[in-house]
T-cell receptor, first 117, second 112 residues
Framework: DSGVTQTPKHLITATGQRVTLRCSPR?????VYWYQQSLDQGLQFLIQYYNGEERAKGNILERFSAQQFPDLHSELNLSSLELGDSALYFCASSVAQTGASGTDTQYFGPGTRLTVL | LAKTTQPISMDSYEGQEVNITCSHNNIATNDYITWYQQFPSQGPRFIIQ???TKVTNEVASLFIPADRKSSTLSLPRVSLSDTAVYYCLVGDSDTGGFKTIFGAGTRLFVKA
């Protein structure tokens, strides 16, 4: 157990709909990262927040948005869903804001499996 | 522009030592190299991290040559449960290292 929690575990919805994925970081971690992993694909970095502020942005679609709240939990909002958005969405947390370049280790949650029908 | 290059897949047998090499030609001076392991439908898990020379922990060793343009993850005496995808990770120097790019990873299959 990494200490990172994600809800819900599974989500099934229809095209055109909007969903919200939630992530609670490990106690003491200030950074939250969101990743998308489609079937048999690598991890695509979406966005990172540090202490409530956006820190880094990957290839996140305009239909997707995220935020980190004062209690440090984060939400990823996906709207106008398309079939291709079906994927595993992982949240990770770390202590610092240095991302991949420093010694900061990312701890991953169990993921939310999104299925768009 | 790919930041890291790894073999797509590797096969091994139980009890063998497995070495997975990652190329990161454009690694920045202050970048560390981190390896993660991922099982199907699970989030990646940290294995080992290093800056230069050799690092060893209870599960793996990491060898980094002086020029730091590559690194080799060494898994001693693998078992069936080591079948997973292994990712090599460095910072994205174009963005100051903050954007995390995992790359395709190496799919290791351990056979009995």
């Amino acid at each position: 157990d990494s200490g990172v929690t994600q809800t819900p575990k599974h989500l099934i919805t229809a095209t055109g709909q909007r969903v919200t994925l939630r992530c609670s970081p490990r106690s003491g971690d200030l950074s939250v990262y969101w990743y998308q992993q489609s079937l048999d694909q690598g991890l695509q970095f979406l966005i990172q927040y540090y202490n409530g502020e956006e820190r880094a942005k990957g290839n996140i679609l305009e239909r997707f948005s995220a935020q980190q709240f004062p209690d440090l939990h984060s939400e990823l909002n996906l709207s106008s869903l398309e079939l291709g958005d079906s994927a595993l969405y992982f949240c990770a947390s770390s202590v610092a804001q240095t991302g991949a370049s420093g010694t900061d280790t990312q701890y991953f949650g169990p993921g939310t499996r999104l299925t768009v029908l | 522009l790919a930041k890291t290059t790894q073999p797509i897949s590797m096969d091994s047998y139980e009890g063998q030592e497995v070495n997975i090499t990652c190329s990161h030609n454009n690694i920045a001076t202050n970048d560390y190299i981190t390896w993660y392991q991922q099982f199907p439908s699970q989030g990646p898990r940290f294995i080992i991290q290093g800056y230069k020379t050799k690092v060893t922990n209870e599960v793996a060793s990491l060898f980094i040559p002086a020029d730091r343009k590559s690194s080799t993850l060494s898994l001693p005496r693998v078992s069936l449960s080591d079948t997973a995808v292994y990712y090599c990770l460095v910072g994205d120097s174009d963005t100051g290292g903050f954007k995390t790019i995992f790359g395709a990873g190496t799919r290791l299959f351990v056979k009995a």
